[in-house]
């Protein structure tokens, strides 16, 4: 039986679940012109289960439901990133969705289901907490993506992104399996992580053990869009409304780094001389394919998916290094990639208006005789984006060569800074279109008046630079949670 | 104040770009008048250096120190010595002369032009007093940023891809002195260079550091054969972009030796002296010979700044050469003392030339040397500055060039005459082509119609080149001042190279 104690730990989660049902009975029950407020709510609501979550933090680890739900300073600091991005992905889609007559109860009520998924996968403690997190916000991803659905583009990235979902989860579900029957050969089987964590001392069926990891990683991999899993990021990404494909770059990054973590470490942690090749493998895969077929793209939103798969090699770096070090690296690199990428994408989202989609690199031509200001903390984003100091993305890049380097993985570190000398090309390019193109006769780019945007959106480029000027205390918040 | 004076010096014209940046397009004539107010009290802060630091007790002085990155052990540490004065100096000296250069040169965004300006001298005097390296490594990359967008702003015709090439070619270059730098952090837990320094490495890895810095401070230099962006990037710079480039962003690189490749890996220093003289020899020789028939004045004076700068790596390394092998400090003292002097020198004689070659620019709008001819009919004043000017590069005595120059020469031939003879080659063909040059330019009939009707320079142009002249013949006649502020530093250096780390 649940007791009391187990459902003030999850308090959070069970609060946004609730919140979610009711927005949703809400969304049903208003008149159309009271729509606008559900905005405001939702936000309201995810602020709320930021305040709850930093309120109520445990000060240490602590499990619920014997042991299916972990709350520790891990989840902890995703959660928070994860609600922040999310936050910031619905100040910028209001106007988007308005001007597109997008809005609708069942937007929000998705993000928030998507963004319960992911407390759920970063707080997993068992594999069927695992499989449950996932699950809830992929499918939620799915629909979201679809959110446009009588237009061509997003229905297909949606098929595609279901398909080929629905196959990394089934590649996960069966490794979760082995691992599962081989934890039974010698032992009790268990799907507790933390059991797991010493099969391999006692499991009569190694290989089994092996096998199954090897599936899991190819089910972490889709999920970080790490190559060669990375098929399905450039489409859907293009393919989904900005907003979506924001919270994909974003949240669903920081959700995929959690999962990684609890898979790897806390499970699989014994056999992690096995996995860390595995994950230099991908990491250098993911750092050649994301910045060589970016480098031609013309589409900024599918150049910021292959930047992503970039990216993610990056983030791989860290989780390769296997240790405390690698870790706090690697969520230090997630939670920045998930900033600067919501920054990005809400410059986009920032200059498109009804019937204009600013999705084009050329769309951005001149911008900075256009609009000084979005020009600016586009070229935030690009730099940071870029590894170029003083911004954010540089040290979070120093941070995983450095773990990389202490993990006796010098040679990766070196694979990894000749590809950030390739990326920068064509992150330069664009800030080149801003800044040194002349803009299109008869260009009507301008930025949306939306005051809200406005200021979150200045306010999250400018934290770039401000987190690249002071970045210890993030740091060390980071390092803490892994002990260190 | 002072204990601050440093940071200050940062700070101020960073901080100051931000009301330039928004007295906006509107308000051009306000951006100006505010970014020139700010680089003229950078100018006068930075004069109270020369009060404060203390040339006869050399070592590291204002220093600051405040723990940045605790987790990390990263410190913003600054502190300067006198090679950082002298560099700090001529950076706001140049800071405010490039502002009065581009006053209505600039039509385009003059807003954004200032503030890019004030943001890149405050970043280089950053560089120029950063004690810890990771500090110095991102003030080394951040000013990639401003002269990224000068020159693609408002450079000429091929920009965007000369500001490419600059800026992934110097980006390729340092990102291998980061993952050095990692490894040293491996090794020592800080990233301090006083530490650094005293740390104990192998041959092995000292040579693998050492390449990691050379191919960083070797393209910021630039030495061959890495200096192909350069004439580039100083063709399509705007003349305040040039000017800025050539006096004070080349000089990085060599500094960067003196505060990384000397005190850290010093062996593998000795170890390949001979590469890097061998090296800087081609920039003297070689170089010169490029540079005797370009035809575009830019290109040309970016060439013989190449060669110019072949002298002071030649200067630094030469000192290697003569203390490990010979012991002979007295002239390794000398070598190294004209390096600096060149450093400095080479920043005021360049920024002028190139000013020059702006001035004509703004008239005429072309930079073919066969547009020209006869320049001196219409335009005496600015001829008596054009021939001054040459006459400085091509390092007649009297000016600052003559002065370096010939310390390395008198230091190079106590290590071998062979060495001595072809950087004296330099004299011979920096003559050739900084005369030929005024020759094609300046003499002769006027065979352009335009050039008829170039007018005379202003004011503004009459007290940039004034200002330039003005300190190229004080250091070249009275160079002691320099020399002093600069010697115990640089004897404290030549002490270092003699301290095997292995």
């Known amino acids: 039986m649940p007791t009391l104690n187990d459902i003030l730990i999850m308090l959070p989660e069970f609060y946004l679940v609730g919140s979610a049902c009711v927005l949703l009975l809400a969304d049903a029950f208003m008149k159309p012109t009271q729509r606008p407020m559900l905005h405001w709510l939702s936000i309201a609501v995810l602020l709320v289960a930021i305040y709850l979550l930093v309120m109520g933090q445990p000060p240490q680890s602590v499990t619920a439901f014997g042991g299916m739900f972990v709350r520790d300073e891990t989840s902890e600091i995703l959660k928070v990133f994860a609600l922040l991005t999310t936050v910031l992905v619905m100040v910028y889609a209001r106007p988007y969705l308005n001007d597109r007559k997008l809005v609708s109860g069942e937007f929000y009520t998705l993000m928030i289901f998507a963004v319960i998924g992911i407390m759920l996968l970063v707080s997993a403690g068992n594999l069927v907490t695992v499989y449950l997190g996932l699950e809830l916000l992929s499918l939620s991803s799915y629909a979201l993506v679809a959110l446009n659905r009588d237009a061509r583009l997003p229905s297909e990235a949606a098929i595609k992104y279901f398909v080929l979902g629905a196959l990394a989860s089934g590649m996960l579900l069966y490794g979760m399996s082995m691992v599962y029957g081989a934890s039974g050969m010698g032992g009790t089987p268990s799907l507790d992580l933390a059991q797991l964590h010493n099969v391999m001392s006692y499991t009569t069926s190694p290989n089994l053990l092996l096998f199954g990891l090897i599936f899991m990683i190819v089910g972490i991999g889709f999920k970080l869009g790490a190559a060669p899993f990375h098929m399905w990021i450039p489409d859907v990404y293009q393919g989904a409304p900005t907003p979506v494909t924001t919270f994909i770059a974003s949240g669903s990054k920081l959700a995929a780094f959690g999962m990684a973590y609890r898979l790897l470490s806390s499970g699989m942690g014994d056999l992690s001389q096995h996995w860390q090749l595995m994950l230099a493998v991908l990491a250098v895969l993911s750092l050649a394919i994301g910045n060589l077929v970016a480098i031609v793209q013309t589409n900024l939103k599918r150049m910021l998916a292959y930047s992503t798969i970039s990216h993610m090699g990056y983030l791989l770096l860290g989780l390769a290094a296997a240790g405390p070090e690698g870790y706090a690296a690697a969520m230090f690199y997630a939670i920045c990639y998930a900033l600067m990428g919501v920054a990005a994408f809400g410059v986009m989202l920032a200059l498109s208006r009804a019937g204009f989609e600013c999705e084009e690199i050329s769309d951005l031509k001149g911008l900075n005789q256009k609009s000084p200001w979005m020009a600016f903390l586009m070229l935030l984003a690009m730099f940071s984006l870029a590894g170029v100091p003083p911004l954010f993305g540089f040290w979070a890049k120093v941070l995983v060569l450095e773990a990389a380097i202490h993990a006796n993985m010098l040679w990766l570190a070196i694979v990894g800074i000749v590809f950030a000398i390739i990326g920068l090309y064509y992150y330069l390019h664009v800030i080149k279109v801003m800044y040194f193109d002349k803009p299109v006769e008869g260009s009507v780019l301008q930025a949306q008046q939306d005051k809200p945007l406005r200021v979150v959106l200045s306010l999250n480029a400018l934290s770039l630079l401000v987190l690249g000027l002071y970045w210890g205390p993030l740091l060390a918040w980071c390092r803490h949670a892994f002990g260190l | 104040m002072f204990n601050h004076l440093l940071s200050l010096l940062i700070w101020l014209p960073v901080a100051g770009a931000i009301p330039v940046l928004l007295a906006g397009s509107t308000r051009p004539n306000l951006a100006r008048w505010l970014a020139l107010l700010v680089a003229v009290l950078t100018f006068a802060v930075s004069l109270f250096l020369l009060v404060q630091y203390h040339p006869d007790a050399g070592g590291m002085q204002l220093t600051e120190n405040y723990l940045w990155i605790a987790s990390w052990g990263v410190h913003y540490s600054l502190a300067a010595d006198g090679i950082s004065v002298a560099l700090i100096l001529m950076t706001t000296f140049v800071g405010i002369l490039v502002i009065a250069g581009a006053w209505e040169v600039i039509q385009d965004k003059p807003h954004q032009y200032m503030a890019a300006m004030l943001m890149l001298e405050g970043l280089l005097i950053g560089v120029f007093c950063a004690t810890d390296a990771l500090l110095f490594y991102a003030l080394f990359e951040a000013i990639l ?220 709008h072309t930079r073919q040397i066969k547009d020209y001819g006869g320049v001196i009919n219409v335009m005496p004043w600015f001829g008596f500055f054009y021939v001054l000017f040459a006459m400085a590069n091509c390092g007649l005595p009297g000016t600052s060039g003559f002065v370096g120059e010939f310390m390395v020469i008198l230091a190079s031939f106590a290590a071998n005459p062979w060495i001595a003879l072809f950087a004296a080659f330099t004299l011979i063909i920096g003559a050739a082509y900084t005369l030929w040059l005024v020759k094609r330019v300046l003499w002769g009939d006027i065979t352009n119609p335009h050039v008829a009707e170039m007018k005379e320079i202003n004011g503004r142009e009459t007290f940039v080149l004034v200002s330039f002249a003005a300190a190229v013949l004080a250091l070249g006649i009275w160079p002691q001042p320099l020399v002093h502020l600069m010697d115990s530093s640089v004897s404290q250096l030549v002490q270092q190279l003699a301290i095997h780390k292995i």
């Open chain 2, 145 to 364: 940023i401003p002269m990224f967008i000068l020159i693609g702003i408002w450079g000429g015709p091929r920009r965007v891809y000369a500001t490419l090439k600059f800026f992934i070619y110097t980006f390729f270059g340092s990102v291998f002195m980061l993952i050095a730098l990692l490894y040293l952090y491996q090794k020592a837990h800080t990233f301090d260079l006083a530490t650094l320094a005293a740390l104990p490495l192998t041959l092995q890895e000292q040579t693998w550091i050492f390449f990691a810095f050379l191919i960083a401070f070797a393209i910021k230099v630039p030495m061959v054969p890495v200096h192909t962006w350069l004439p580039d990037a100083h063709v399509e710079a705007p003349t305040g972009g040039s000017v800025v480039l050539a006096a004070v962003m080349l000089k990085v690189g060599t500094y960067g030796m003196l505060r990384f490749i000397l005190p850290i890996v010093p062996d593998a220093g000795a170890h390949f002296a001979w590469l890097i003289i061998a090296m800087s020899l081609i920039a003297i020789v070689y170089i010169g010979y490029v540079a005797l028939v370009q035809e575009d004045m830019k290109k040309l004076v970016a060439y013989s700044s190449v060669a110019h700068m072949g002298f002071v790596t030649l200067g630094i390394f030469i000192a290697f050469l003569l203390v490990r092998e010979s012991g002979n400090t007295d002239m390794a003292l000398l070598g190294m003392q004209g390096a600096m002097v060149q450093m400095i020198s080479h920043g005021f004689v360049s920024g002028a030339m190139f000013t020059c070659i702006g001035v004509m620019y703004d008239r005429l």
